[in-house]
């Protein structure tokens, strides 16, 4: 079959889920109408608000296990996997590993059991080792990659920094050639720091969620960044503008299955993800093209006066002054009256390196940052305090931050 012949298939089994019929019927929604693609781009969208609560399956008999989302958006969702779930999401898997890993890698996954469950199952499909960190005694972890010799590492990025400052203080000599992360963004400072403590290893990055699996892939020509190889003969991607609710180079990432028999039928599921149509050139032509994350919606893209900021260009000024600050900091965004107006007000809470002067540091730190956060490709921060946009960025230097033990959320819109 080809794409919308697919697409129809799961159109019309969608008139068997009790969601899915209810939604099209309240829409006026015709299914015998959609007969392209384009037809099919403008069927209502799904968001992950809409279908809390919701079962998006049609036989419970064909589920083989569920996983919850982790409850950013406020409540958690619930995801069934089918066995024809699982064969995608595995052949998905065996693309990824190709050029980095084999049977012959030592693997420890330091993540929840549910996501432990599913990640082991995948690479001893390829016929790695496995063997299981502890999500909850890191140092527990750090030991046991000293004495089983662990070279591989999947976990998120903010467990891998806790790893490798744990290893160092302990002077544990270990060889760590692939560290492969999810969970949230790469982050320039996190990607320097990673650099320093495993100075051997390729980071490698998978983008997926809860809702989907694994939805982009890194090969050795892209690995490291916040760019994606997709997956484009089992899901259907597209990038949705904001405001137009058309279809951009720039915008939020919709995606729909494209397989008969999933457990949790995702049709124009809105994903809360800001994605971008990338010009990188892959030499590995045929991986198919490349789309680059720029942060989600809420957590790591802020909407200031009609700009918008992204976390990525935020980190590139705080690279600017890493002789002051470690890599452990919050961004916290909130509004303050200003002779009649109102303002938007930054507030940088960070970690200081040790021996760093307060009161200078702190002055050093807010000019730096203001000058080289780009707000635009010739606009900076400062640029928008000139001209009254916003409040110059206070700086507020902690002795310690508190962090989720797996994700972390580093910017915190306080604006209601």
């Given at each position: 079959?080809?794409?919308?012949?697919i697409?129809?298939?799961?159109?019309?089994?969608?008139?068997?889920?009790k969601?899915?019929?209810?939604?099209?019927q309240?829409?006026?929604v015709?299914?015998?109408?959609?007969?392209?693609?384009?037809?099919?781009?403008?069927i209502?969208?799904?968001?992950?608000?809409?279908?809390?609560g919701e079962?998006?399956?049609?036989?419970?008999?064909?589920t083989?296990?569920t996983?919850?989302t982790?409850?950013?958006?406020?409540?958690?969702?619930?995801?069934?996997?089918?066995?024809k779930?699982?064969?995608?999401?595995?052949?998905?898997?065996?693309?990824?590993a190709?050029?980095?890993?084999?049977?012959?890698?030592r693997?420890?996954?330091?993540?929840?059991?549910?996501l432990?469950?599913?990640?082991?199952?995948?690479?001893?499909?390829?016929?790695c080792?496995?063997?299981?960190?502890?999500?909850?005694?890191?140092?527990?972890?750090?030991?046991?990659?000293?004495e089983?010799?662990?070279?591989?590492l999947?976990?998120?990025?903010?467990?891998?920094?806790?790893?490798?400052?744990?290893?160092?203080?302990?002077?544990?000599?270990?060889e760590?050639?692939n560290?492969?992360?999810s969970?949230?963004?790469?982050?320039?400072?996190?990607?320097?720091?990673?650099?320093?403590?495993?100075?051997?290893?390729k980071i490698?990055?998978?983008?997926?969620?809860?809702?989907t699996?694994?939805?982009?892939?890194?090969?050795?020509e892209?690995?490291?960044?916040?760019?994606?190889?997709i997956?484009?003969?089992?899901?259907?991607?597209?990038?949705?503008?904001?405001?137009t609710?058309?279809?951009?180079?720039?915008?939020?990432?919709?995606?729909?299955?494209?397989?008969?028999?999933?457990?949790?039928?995702?049709?124009r599921?809105k994903?809360g993800?800001h994605?971008?149509?990338s010009?990188?050139?892959?030499?590995?032509?045929?991986?198919?093209?490349?789309?680059?994350?720029?942060?989600?919606?809420?957590?790591?893209?802020?909407?200031?006066?009609?700009?918008?900021?992204?976390?990525?260009?935020?980190?590139?000024?705080?690279?600017?002054?890493?002789d002051?600050?470690?890599?452990?900091?919050?961004?916290?965004?909130?509004?303050?009256e200003?002779?009649?107006?109102?303002?938007?007000q930054?507030?940088?809470?960070?970690?200081?390196k040790?021996?760093?002067?307060?009161?200078i540091?702190?002055?050093i730190?807010?000019?730096?940052?203001m000058?080289?956060?780009?707000?635009?490709?010739?606009?900076?921060?400062?640029?928008?305090?000139?001209?009254?946009?916003?409040?110059?960025?206070?700086?507020?230097?902690?002795?310690?931050?508190?962090?989720?033990?797996?994700?972390?959320q580093?910017?915190?819109?306080?604006?209601?």
């Amino acid at each position: 079959m080809n794409k919308f012949e697919i697409i129809r298939k799961i159109l019309e089994n969608a008139q068997n889920i009790k969601f899915y019929k209810d939604l099209y019927q309240n829409k006026g929604v015709q299914i015998e109408n959609i007969r392209s693609i384009e037809d099919f781009k403008t069927i209502p969208f799904v968001s992950k608000e809409s279908v809390m609560g919701e079962m998006l399956h049609v036989e419970d008999e064909e589920t083989t296990f569920t996983r919850a989302t982790s409850g950013t958006s406020g409540r958690m969702s619930i995801f069934h996997r089918s066995k024809k779930d699982r064969e995608i999401h595995l052949d998905n898997f065996r693309t990824s590993a190709n050029g980095y890993f084999t049977k012959d890698n030592r693997v420890m996954i330091i993540f929840p059991p549910d996501l432990s469950f599913i990640f082991s199952g995948y690479f001893s499909a390829v016929g790695c080792e496995v063997c299981f960190g502890d999500v909850y005694d890191l140092n527990y972890s750090a030991n046991l990659i000293n004495e089983t010799k662990v070279d591989t590492l999947r976990t998120t990025p903010m467990i891998a920094l806790k790893i490798g400052k744990i290893l160092k203080r302990k002077n544990y000599k270990c060889e760590i050639i692939n560290i492969i992360l999810s969970g949230s963004m790469l982050s320039l400072l996190t990607r320097g720091a990673l650099n320093d403590y495993y100075p051997e290893a390729k980071i490698i990055q998978n983008y997926g969620l809860a809702e989907t699996g694994l939805i982009g892939w890194q090969c050795p020509e892209i690995h490291g960044t916040n760019s994606y190889h997709i997956f484009e003969d089992t899901y259907l991607y597209e990038i949705i503008d904001s405001e137009t609710k058309k279809g951009s180079n720039s915008g939020e990432l919709v995606i729909s299955n494209l397989w008969v028999g999933s457990s949790s039928t995702l049709i124009r599921y809105k994903t809360g993800d800001h994605i971008e149509k990338s010009n990188k050139n892959c030499k590995r032509t045929k991986h198919g093209s490349i789309i680059t994350f720029r942060g989600r919606y809420r957590f790591d893209v802020l909407k200031l006066k009609g700009l918008t900021l992204y976390k990525d260009l935020f980190e590139k000024a705080l690279l600017t002054v890493t002789d002051y600050i470690t890599d452990t900091y919050q961004l916290h965004l909130y509004e303050e009256e200003k002779n009649d107006k109102i303002l938007p007000q930054l507030i940088l809470k960070v970690i200081p390196k040790e021996g760093t002067d307060k009161k200078i540091g702190r002055a050093i730190v807010e000019r730096r940052i203001m000058s080289s956060f780009m707000i635009t490709p010739k606009y900076t921060f400062k640029d928008g305090v000139d001209k009254g946009l916003f409040l110059p960025i206070k700086v507020e230097f902690v002795d310690n931050l508190k962090t989720g033990r797996v994700k972390t959320q580093d910017i915190i819109d306080h604006r209601g």
